[in-house]
């Protein structure tokens, strides 16, 4: 079977893909600073996204669990 080239934007795709698979298993697992790192490592310029919505998420959380542990 031959090699099959891949353009840089696939590779970029599927690194992202990878990524975001990863984040989303330590977000399962609550490790969210963890996830975080992971996807601004990634792609800086998004950090202002997740930022935003990690708070929108935590302040979800707030109110939707009396006991819930502070960030």
């Known amino acids: 079977m031959a ?6 934007p696939q590779t970029h795709v599927a690194q992202l893909e990878a990524t975001i698979r990863s984040a989303h298993a330590l977000l ?10 992971l ?13 935003r919505a990690l708070t929108e998420v935590r302040s979800k959380v707030d109110r939707t669990l009396p006991n819930a542990e502070r960030w």
Request: hydrophobic residues 40%; glycine residues 4%.
């Open 3 to 8: 090699d099959v080239p891949v353009s840089a």
């Open 39 to 51: 996807l601004s490592a990634f792609s800086p310029e998004v950090q202002p996204k997740i930022d």
């Open 28 to 37: 399962q697992a609550g490790l969210i600073e963890e996830a975080t790192s």
